[in-house]
């Protein structure tokens, strides 16, 4: 079975530019949250995801930060524009219960210069 | 608001050492509790849970035990090798419909030969 699947892996970008982010899910997770790692803390919640409504989004920063998962699938989670304090890592993960616990991707390390 | 509170590191221990990483945790209802491991430039793996009172979850020689009356679910290991080294992360599923898993800051055990 594949995992939650993110991309880029890395990537670089000057301060005041836009940047997007994409999260494949494990198949049949309806649930997909987008967390936010910075360096040498824990994770912590931007949105979570029932299929295709938000329904969790209090920790996400709305005047720059975006996202959306259309279909119920597929997620992305866009920046516009980035700021220098927006650097750290951005973690994708999906379940099916809450009991099985999450599962997550390899995450996007995102430095802004 | 739900909680973890994890002990500080780093810890260093020599190969075979035992291990122990304190956890506890602030919550309403009845939690999941979960450990999440992540080595150096990779996501979050899923070590071990535990979804009521009394669970012992285990994984890879790695234990945790969820005790209700001291709200702990502390991870052991009898002997720990060089490739245990990584960052451990307790975390809580809260109840209800609040399906989010809130992260403890994250324990970064090195393990020297």
Redo the contacts between chains.
């Keep these: 079975e594949a995992g939650?699947v993110?991309s880029p892996r890395y990537k670089i970008i000057e301060k005041k530019q836009p940047v997007a982010f994409w999260c494949n899910p494990i198949s049949g997770h309806n649930?997909l949250?987008w967390y936010l790692q910075n360096l040498?803390?824990?994770?912590?919640?931007l949105i979570?995801y029932?299929n295709e409504e938000a329904v969790?989004d209090s920790q996400l920063p709305k005047d720059r930060f975006s996202a959306e998962r259309l279909k119920g699938v597929d997620s992305t989670l866009k920046i516009q524009p980035a700021e220098l304090g927006d650097s750290a890592v951005y973690?994708c993960?999906s379940?099916v219960t809450?009991?099985?616990?999450?599962?997550?991707?390899?995450?996007t390390r995102l430095t802004v210069v | 608001g739900d909680s973890v509170t994890q002990m500080e590191g780093p810890v260093t221990l020599s190969e075979e050492a035992f291990l122990t990483i304190n956890c506890t945790y602030t919550a309403t209802g009845y939690p999941s509790l979960f450990w999440y491991v992540q080595y150096p430039g990779e996501g979050l793996q899923l070590l071990l849970k535990a979804t009521k009172a009394d669970d012992k979850g285990s994984n890879k020689g790695f234990e945790a035990t969820y005790r209700k009356e001291t709200t702990s679910f502390h991870l052991e290991k009898g002997s720990v090798q060089v490739s245990d080294s990584a960052v451990y992360f307790c975390a809580l599923y809260s109840g209800g419909s609040n399906y989010k898993l809130t992260f403890g800051k994250g324990t970064l055990l090195t393990v020297n030969p």
Excluded: I
Aim: net charge negative; charged share 20%.
């Design positions: 939650v993110q649930t949250y040498g803390q824990g994770p912590e919640l979570r029932e969790d973690l993960a379940s809450r009991g099985a616990g999450a599962f997550f991707g390899q995450g």
